[in-house]
């Protein structure tokens, strides 16, 4: 993968290609970035931009006489922002398939007694990262069928890299690790602490990570750390737009409910045609003027949806809310929605003000992170339902949505 193919994120690519040329390149790097910000990307296409033949080539004449005898005139170097995708190690690199780039990610046991390691499911994973490059681990995991058995980068991972990176690089002069997700490294990834900080030559280390509370210190404290910014929304607006062939209006509808995240924003695209704002109003009906028997009855419906629905309900809700506050700082000229949802937005603010507002977002927040842990459907909704109630209980209306 090339940087072009990376959406956005122009500051940190050239930060990236500074580093090479100006040959401040640490060999231990943290890619930091939010899901759907494009970290593996990112990650994916530096390495391929490392071993490119024409960037290691590039500002390297031949020092020999002309063909007329005469010394060449010095030239400057040249500064390639970009891998090739022209060469050799650039056409492996783009197939996964560079002798000198390994990867290292969460797996499962095949059967019990297994002892995995990821190149056991290196063809999986080259098909997943082709299909899904903005995919997180929650993605990946289905992908090779996990279902709800948790991933893990084990301590027999650790030492197939250690015993990998012990050996000569095959082509480039570099020998590469892309380690995606070093939050599921336990304990057991303190068997690398030796190798990163000292590190046979020309050996790079990649971490891309998520949440880098839920790092090994140990390991966190012998990487140099490169952000990876949440997406903008004109970014994500222009990458649907050219990658999927979206019409700009819904394209940057979707873009801002997606809030810097392109892998929601593609969920939400695949998702188009659900009609979230009914969902919306029949919940706060139920809520607040049809009683406990209606309430029952949208929880039940709601909790069949499946996850990943059940998060971009909430996530829809989350933007009708923030809409709303925007609606009553800014006035009807600074929201740019269809007309249903900004008539939808006003009638929120008559439920609800600032504070309660700012209460309903937090407790949505809560409830995307609960369900991407597994919890229970059924008992979240009602929960969430209380709360609800409990919140909008001093501007209570029973006027219907």
Not at 70 to 98: F, I, R, T, W, Y
Not at 186 to 210: C, Q, S
Not at 267 to 289: P, T, Y
Not at 338 to 366: H, V
């Amino acid at each position: 993968m090339s940087f072009k193919k990376v959406i956005g994120q122009a500051d940190t690519k050239q930060h990236l290609v500074e580093m090479v040329h100006q040959n401040k390149l640490a060999h231990a790097l943290l890619f930091l970035g939010k899901e759907g910000s494009g970290a593996l990307p990112m990650a994916m296409a530096f390495a391929q931009y490392v071993v490119c033949d024409k960037v290691n080539r590039a500002g390297t004449p031949d020092p020999g006489p002309s063909l007329f005898g005469e010394a060449e005139p010095a030239m400057e170097p040249v500064l390639m922002n970009d891998a090739c995708g022209e060469c050799p190690s650039c056409m492996k690199a783009q197939q996964m398939m560079h002798p000198d780039i390994h990867f290292s990610y969460p797996v499962i046991p095949r059967k019990p007694g297994d002892k995995p390691l990821s190149t056991d499911y290196i063809t999986e994973w080259r098909e997943f990262c082709g299909q899904y490059p903005y995919g997180n681990v929650y993605d990946w995991l289905q992908f090779i069928g996990a279902e709800n058995k948790q991933g893990n980068i084990t301590a027999y991972e650790c030492n197939d890299i250690i015993r990998k990176l012990n050996l000569k690089s095959f082509e480039s002069g570099f020998k590469i690790l892309v380690l995606w997700m070093p939050e599921y490294l336990g304990n057991e990834g303190n068997k690398l602490l030796k190798l990163i900080e000292e590190p046979p030559p020309d050996t790079l280390f990649i971490l891309v990570a998520e949440n880098e509370a839920q790092i090994l210190a140990t390991i966190l404290s012998r990487t140099q750390l490169v952000k990876i910014p949440a997406l903008t929304t004109n970014e994500i607006t222009e990458a649907l737009s050219s990658r999927a062939n979206l019409q700009p209006d819904q394209a940057r509808q979707i873009a801002s409910i997606a809030s810097g995240n392109y892998r929601e924003a593609l969920q939400l695209m695949n998702h188009a045609g659900e009609d979230w704002i009914s969902l919306v109003r029949e919940w706060l009906n139920a809520v607040l003027k049809n009683g406990p028997i209606a309430q029952v009855k949208w929880v039940d419906e709601v909790s069949k949806l499946g996850r990943e629905k059940q998060k971009q309900f909430l996530r829809y809700f989350n933007h009708l809310l923030e809409q709303a506050i925007r609606l009553q700082a800014m006035g009807p000229d600074a929201v740019h929605l269809p007309e249903t949802e900004k008539d939808f937005a006003s009638r929120l603010n008559k439920l609800s003000g600032y504070a309660q507002q700012e209460a309903i977002i937090k407790e949505l927040d809560n409830a995307a992170y609960y369900i991407e842990r597994n919890a229970n459907a059924k008992m979240l909704f009602h929960a969430l339902t209380i709360k609800l109630y409990h919140i909008l209980a001093t501007r209570q209306t029973l006027t219907v949505l």
